[in-house]
């Protein structure tokens, strides 16, 4: 006997990274580097000391208190999970499901409609400008039609690139019905964050992850900072003692490691620019980031046909052809500056 899934799910797709063996990888937005040597040899020491015959601390006290600490905020105004998408997904059977709604802006993060859809939430979709910033009156528009309980903006936005300036971020939570979730995956490479806004008057949440600044993606390691009131129903839904002993110990251990993180950050946001202004010189529309990825359109040659080319001589980047409005686009990872300087040959040769 073979069971059909559910019907809103039958004709879904996944969600799919290509992982190919390249000598260059640049699609996924990693951090190009491991996380410092001290790190791994502090964690092996700390391995060495698991009950691993017990579970782990359900309620993970040690790395809420770390992270609290981090941001200045309570323990109690911080979820975590097996990376932000688990954050995201708890958040929406929380709040979503059957007869509510969650609005997106195209093109954006494209799990925040997955994950929405996956929890059975209806999703409004929205349209960003023709330069891909977020027209308030586009926003006033969606909200007005569907009243959505939670509301996504993805600062700096992927796959575009630009961070949501401060002023409109506070205007949608102003006018939102319900949560306003600022996802800022790449919020530590941008000119300012959402979390000044976090209180416990209004249900604006901002969610992180230790995938990238902290060069900790094989970990799968997210959270959330938002009211307190709204962690407290997080932690009803999620499922008993979902992060284990190991991924607690290594997201505690690397905020003290926020010195060489942040020194990292500023090298990266050093090649963003020389990759940008490299790519501005080149027959390809780019767009301004601020975040680790630089996204770009070829002008002269169909933008799948580059990719290729560029796989041809070991590059992997991001083809973004599949996202709304983006036909022809591809995203590169800021990576080393060997990398990126083996991106910028590669892609000479492609456009050639």
């Not at 954050?87 to 802006?105: N, S």
């Not at 939102?176 to 995956?185: C, N, Q, R, S």
């Not at 040959?345 to 492609?350: T, V």
């Amino acid at each position: 006997m073979t069971l059909a899934p559910r019907d809103d799910l039958a004709l879904m797709a996944g969600y799919h990274s290509p992982q190919v063996d390249v000598a260059v990888r640049l699609n996924t937005n990693e951090a190009p580097e491991a996380p410092p040597a001290e790190f791994t040899r502090q964690l092996a020491e700390a391995l060495a000391t698991i009950e691993w015959h017990r579970y782990p601390d359900r309620g993970y006290r040690t790395l809420r208190e770390a992270i609290g600490k981090h941001h200045g905020v309570a323990p109690e105004q911080v979820f975590a999970a097996n990376g932000s998408n688990e954050v995201l997904q708890t958040l929406l059977l929380t709040y979503g499901g059957a007869g509510r709604h969650a609005a997106v802006f195209e093109p954006t993060y494209a799990l925040h409609n997955h994950i929405a859809r996956i929890t059975g939430t209806g999703v409004a979709v929205g349209e960003r400008s023709d330069d891909f910033t977020l027209e308030l009156g586009e926003v006033r528009r969606v909200l007005a039609a569907h009243e959505p309980e939670i509301t996504f903006l993805c600062s700096p936005n992927n796959p575009t690139g630009m961070a949501e300036p401060e002023e409109t971020v506070g205007a949608v939570a102003d006018m939102a019905p319900g949560i306003v979730v600022v996802d800022e995956a790449y919020g530590q490479f941008a000119p300012w964050s959402a979390l000044g806004l976090v209180d416990e008057r209004w249900g604006v949440v901002v969610t992180r992850t230790f995938s990238k600044t902290w060069s900790m993606a094989g970990a799968r390691l997210g959270y959330l900072v938002g009211p307190a009131w709204l962690v407290a129903e997080l932690d009803k839904v999620v499922l008993p003692y979902h992060l284990d002993v190991v991924k607690q110990l290594a997201g505690t251990l690397a905020l003290s490691f926020t010195d060489e993180m942040r020194a990292r950050v500023a090298a990266l946001v050093e090649e963003r620019g020389r990759v940008s202004a490299a790519l501005a010189g080149r027959p390809v529309d780019v767009w301004r980031s601020d975040a680790n990825f630089v996204l770009f359109r070829p002008r002269e040659q169909d933008g799948a046909a580059v990719w290729r080319a560029l796989l041809d001589r070991s590059v992997l980047v991001r083809n973004c052809a599949g996202w709304p409005r983006l036909d022809g686009c591809l995203r590169v990872t800021i990576g080393t500056p060997a990398e990126n300087d083996a991106f910028l040959a590669a892609l000479a040769e492609a456009l050639s």
